[in-house]
């Protein structure tokens, strides 16, 4: 059974950061994909950033390209998402998923994933 755990949320201001990690049991991140994802009210779970297991590609939603970073340290089983220049509409509970996708499934960030965490809040407000 693979547990993940976000941490890192919180209330932000526009324009500025939060680091968002993912810690993963055992060898997760050997094997499976990483996603990130966000939901916010009223509005349906969209895919925000991936990473593969092998190589490490990574792709992105266009709404969050050169703002936000995913990255992985397999060392310590933790996938990270650095989010720069937040804005109000990155508002949202962010979760970060386990599985394997399809390239395909990676490249539009559906979310095809098995594991889920419980999540982690992120506001950016003034």
């Known amino acids: 059974q693979v547990q993940l755990v976000e941490s890192g949320g919180g209330l932000v201001q526009p324009g500025g950061s939060l680091r968002l990690s993912c810690a993963a049991s055992g060898r997760t991140l050997d094997y499976y994909a990483i996603g990130w994802f966000r939901q916010a009210p009223g509005k349906e779970r969209e895919g925000v950033s991936c990473?593969?297991?092998?190589?490490?590609?990574?792709y992105y939603a266009n709404s969050v390209k050169g703002r936000f970073t995913i990255s992985k340290d397999n060392a310590k089983n933790t996938v990270y998402l650095q989010m720069n220049d937040l804005k109000p509409w990155d508002t949202a509970v962010y979760y970060c998923a386990a599985g394997t996708p399809t390239v395909q499934a990676m490249e539009q960030l559906r979310d095809e994933y098995k594991y889920w965490g419980q999540g982690t809040q992120v506001t950016v407000s003034s």
């Open positions: 990473i593969s297991p092998d190589d490490g590609t990574t």
